[in-house]
């Protein structure tokens, strides 16, 4: 059997959303000593939505797949809705991750849920829902 699934494959080889936001409206980034990945996400919010979002990510396939696919499932969602993106949505629509690779969806959620933060202490006037 495969150690990884076709879409973390497909993700790690062709990566969505890769680069830099100059001008974000919130940054988020955390990194995982222990095993070296660092993630950063760029999110550009408008009316309270997440028209785009782009990620940089230092680290194994899973990390990347995980960064690449966790931007697509929040990009052009509502704010509350990103907000609520978990480490095992993002797992399941890789098709799974080997369980020692879990930590990388988790490093994903956390990076999204900090460059939210991000966003509301630069935009103290967005309103959470």
């Given at each position: 059997m495969a150690l990884y699934s076709e879409k973390v494959m497909d993700h790690f080889r062709n990566p969505r959303n890769v680069g830099v936001i100059e001008d974000?409206?919130?940054v988020g980034?955390?990194?995982n000593a222990k095993c070296g990945d660092i993630m950063k996400i760029y999110l550009k919010i408008?009316?309270?939505?997440v028209e785009d979002?782009?990620?940089e990510t230092f680290g194994c396939a899973s990390a990347v797949a995980?960064?690449?696919?966790?931007?697509?499932?929040i990009k052009g969602k509502p704010v509350s809705e990103a907000l609520k993106l978990?480490?095992?949505a993002v797992?399941?629509?890789l098709d799974g991750l080997p369980a020692y690779k879990m930590h990388c969806s988790v490093l994903a959620e956390e990076a999204i849920k900090n460059a939210l933060e991000d966003y509301y202490k630069k935009h103290p006037e967005a309103k959470r829902d």
């Open positions: 974000a409206d919130g980034e955390v990194g408008e009316n309270g939505i979002v782009k990620f995980s960064s690449s696919m966790a931007t697509e499932l978990t480490n095992q797992a399941e629509a």
